[in-house]
């Protein structure tokens, strides 16, 4: 069976994206689902490359049961193939995106996180490297919230078919 993949996308791939992988992988986890998909994440800019997330970003994660293990790298052309889905956490991070794909079909790939929360109506997910533990917390209640509605939004199988082609 076909896996559905998905990329989470920031600004340096040591803080919003790499939360949003291992909340949803936990959630895959949870589900028995983790077979059916291929979960990544990846920066715009390589400053971090190879750098676990930031230390703040784990201590965090880990007061809720996240553990992330996943080491920063930048988002490529080849991620547009490779990608059913590549979601990013900002304005920016959009346009970024949008400027790395080359066609339609690829751009059509590109999301927003918050397009998928279901509870709270931020409208981007605040880069919280240079705040303190609240933006770091609050960035968590949107990717839980978001992530539990992209979870459902593709297991109903009406917005994102498993089976997508690239
Ligand atoms: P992230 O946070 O995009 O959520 O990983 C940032 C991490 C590093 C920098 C900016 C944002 N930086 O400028 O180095």
Partial sequence: ????????????????????????????QHQDLTAHYDIDSAGLISSHQGELADSRMRFHASKRDYTLTHRSRPVTKADFDRFDLIIGMDDDNIKGLNRLASTQHQKAKIHRMTDFCKILNDTFVPDPYYGGDKGFEHVIDLLEDACQGLLLEISDGSKFPKNSTN
């Fill in 1 to 28: 069976m076909p896996k559905t993949s998905i990329l989470f996308v920031c600004l340096g791939n040591i803080c919003r994206s790499p939360m949003a992988e291992g909340i949803f992988l936990k959630m895959l």
